[in-house]
């Protein structure tokens, strides 16, 4: 089966997008769009708030001690994965802030929400 040629809009001539290739996710030589990246990290982020939303309510834990560690967590995975796993320069893409922000709120929020169910279902 042949491969279609890419435009520029990284799709084939017969319209379809072509796949990702996971490991694109690990290589500090590839080439990252704003908008990649940011997709990127925001579901990196919403995986973790997952398992910790699931974990911190199975275990059980309760206080906001634990929210802020989710919040260290979360961040310090981010910033190792675009700092040292990918080594983007972090200028092109808005500085640390626009990073570290990238799915924040939704990642809190599905956190929270796990961790809640989780924790009301299990233990009452």
């Known amino acids: 089966m042949k491969e279609g040629k890419l435009n520029g809009l990284g799709q ?3 319209g379809h997008l072509s796949p990702f ?3 694109k996710l690990f290589d500090p030589e590839a080439s990252w769009d704003k908008d990649q990246l940011g997709d990127v990290l925001h579901w990196i982020r919403q995986a973790v708030a997952l398992v910790c939303g699931l974990l911190w309510g199975a275990i059980p834990l309760v206080g906001g001690v634990w929210f ?3 919040l ?3 961040s310090g995975i981010i910033y190792g994965y675009y700092a040292m796993i990918l080594k ?3 200028e092109d893409f808005g500085g640390h ?5 990238e799915g924040l ?3 809190i929020t599905l956190f929270l929400l796990a961790w809640i169910l ?6 009452f």
Request: hydrophobic residues 50%.
């Open 68 to 70: 802020i560690t989710f």
């Open 105 to 107: 709120f939704a990642s």
């Open 21 to 23: 290739k996971f490991a």
């Open 88 to 90: 983007v320069d972090e």
């Open 72 to 74: 260290a967590i979360s």
């Open 97 to 101: 802030g626009a990073l570290l922000q």
């Open 118 to 123: 989780v924790y009301s279902l299990g233990h």
């Open 12 to 14: 084939h001539q017969n």
